[in-house]
């Protein structure tokens, strides 16, 4: 098997995470597109790293009064055991987190809230 030289993978390795935060920003802009057009105001944050991290660290820096977050485990006992990303958030940020369920859409298999 071929190896790619240090200098090249590392060039590779930004490339791809450049393109990546590009992607992710279109997408999470999209997302938040419809709610800016129902006249909400939102300041979309993208962070990388451990979200159970992340998002108790951006919520304790901008002063958060609320977080809500989706919890949609499909883990059962193991995430009763071990607690979900949402719970673990639940039990560390600074401020009120309200975890919301996605619920079975009527007549599909499609998910809504």
């Known amino acids: 098997m071929g190896y790619l030289p240090a200098e090249m993978a590392s060039r590779h390795q930004d490339d791809l995470r450049r393109r990546t935060d590009t992607l992710m920003v279109h997408e999470l802009d999209a997302?938040?597109?419809p709610l800016h057009a129902e006249g909400l105001?939102?300041?979309?944050?993208?962070?990388?790293?451990?979200?159970?991290d992340v998002i108790v660290q951006v919520a304790t820096?901008?002063?958060a009064e609320l977080l809500i977050l989706g919890s949609h485990s499909?883990?059962?006992l193991l995430d009763i055991a071990l607690g979900g990303t949402a719970q673990q958030v639940g039990k560390s940020a600074p401020c009120l987190v309200v975890l919301v369920s996605p619920k079975l859409a009527r007549g599909g298999g499609e998910r809504g809230v």
């Open 31 to 33: 997302y938040v597109a």
């Open 41 to 52: 105001q939102i300041t979309p944050i993208l962070r990388t790293g451990n979200p159970r």
């Open 61 to 63: 820096t901008i002063k």
């Open 74 to 76: 499909k883990r059962g």
